[in-house]
């Protein structure tokens, strides 16, 4: 026995400076890493219903089966995630509804009141015109939506126009495209 134990010792003494040369952190890592803040939620809502109302009359309703509340950090502003998907409603003063909203992730910031909408984004109007894109940007203080990706809007009429930006009222009433193309059906009983 005594002959097993001494080699073993003998690489054991030469192997231990081997395990603590490669255990070796570097510091600065170590640092770097345990700096980094993560932004977790403090709070999840399922079945999210909100409305967002001024001078006490309805502007919009928006629904959501997942939120997640994100707090302010050293580096990052308060924001809310919805990475279910959302729908909102937005109504006129007479709490008609003007449009409709839909879109696969969305993401608020309540400071600057932006609303992101993110994946198959889709908006209808009360005259039945559809928009689509892969985002939409809500301005809640402008009023007003727009994107920097392609964006399609179809009339009920069968016109379509495609640009490559979008800027928009909020009941789709008068949207700009930048470098627009379309297709607009003309009416075969019109003499030149």
Not at 24 to 46: A, C, F, G, M, W
Not at 71 to 100: A, C, N, R, W
Request: proline content about 4%; aromatic content about 10%; some cysteine.
């Amino acid at each position: 026995m005594v002959l097993l134990k001494k080699p073993a010792s003998k690489w054991l003494m030469l192997l231990l400076p081997v395990f603590f040369w490669s255990c070796e952190n570097d510091l600065k890592k170590v640092q770097q890493i345990s700096s980094r803040e993560v932004n977790k939620p403090v709070e999840t809502t399922i079945g999210v219903d909100v409305i967002y109302s001024d001078s006490a009359k309805v502007k919009a309703r928006m629904t959501a089966p997942l939120m997640l509340n994100y707090t302010e950090t050293k580096k990052v502003k308060p924001y809310y995630e919805m990475p279910k998907g959302v729908k909102i409603d937005f109504y006129d003063s007479k709490q008609k509804l003007i449009s409709t909203v839909t879109a696969e992730y969305a993401i608020t910031k309540n400071l600057n009141k932006i609303i992101e909408l993110h994946r198959n984004v889709v908006v209808v109007n009360d005259k039945g015109d559809t928009f689509k894109s892969e985002e939409l940007i809500w301005d809640q203080t402008g009023k007003r939506f727009y994107s920097n990706q392609f964006s399609t809007l179809t009339r009920t009429d069968g016109n379509t126009i495609s640009g490559s930006t979008f800027r928009c009222n909020e009941n789709l009433s008068s949207p700009e495209f930048g470098q627009a193309t379309g297709i607009v059906n003309v009416n075969q009983g019109i003499n030149p």
